[in-house]
């Protein structure tokens, strides 16, 4: 059975991205308007055993690692902290990449036994979440730094990957680990912990 986000957190979770974005001026318009209601009721996963497999999942994740970004830069020495404008925005595009890539899973054996909620869309073009979400933003009016675009094309890259795990900006590595704690918060949450 398929995990959903009930209908009250997810009013809850889109109320709460609309006053940062209006504050922060994280997504343009453009942006807004390409991404529509999908971006809101897309899963972060395809698979039961990933993180937020469920229609919502994508946006309730960007909460969390937008959450876990603030925190962390708060608990590291002020000089070295980012500005909160590309702490939020990091954590809100870093993703945006997934809001197309999922379809819902037709085989009912596979989401039953396997725990396949969701399949890749086939129709895109093959990248990186982190690829796409960069390049959805700037073919969508978002303005963002090389620090900012850094860390949203690294920040689903392996730390195998040694300019990403020795070169990655401060702000890079906000992100990564962020976004590392959220998916523990979420798959604990998922297990009942």
Partial sequence: MTMTLDKLKLEKNIKKFEEVNEKYKIFSKELLDFLGQDY????????????????????????????????????????????????????????????????????????????????????????????????????NNVKLTENEYQAILNHDKSDEDKQVRWYTTKLGQLLKQATDLAILEEKELHNGK
């Fill in 40 to 139: 809101f009721l897309s899963p972060a996963s395809p698979m039961k055993d990933m993180n937020n497999s469920f229609h919502g999942g994508l946006l309730d994740h960007a909460i969390k690692v937008a959450k876990y970004a603030v925190y962390l830069n708060k608990s590291i020495p002020e000089s070295m902290q980012e500005s909160m404008d590309s702490i939020l925005k990091v954590s809100f595009l870093s993703e945006i990449g997934k809001t197309f890539l999922f379809t819902p899973c037709k085989s009912e054996w596979h989401k039953t036994n396997l725990g396949k909620y969701f399949e890749y869309n086939e129709e895109l073009v093959s990248m990186r979440v982190g690829e796409r979400s960069a390049y959805y933003a700037q073919t």
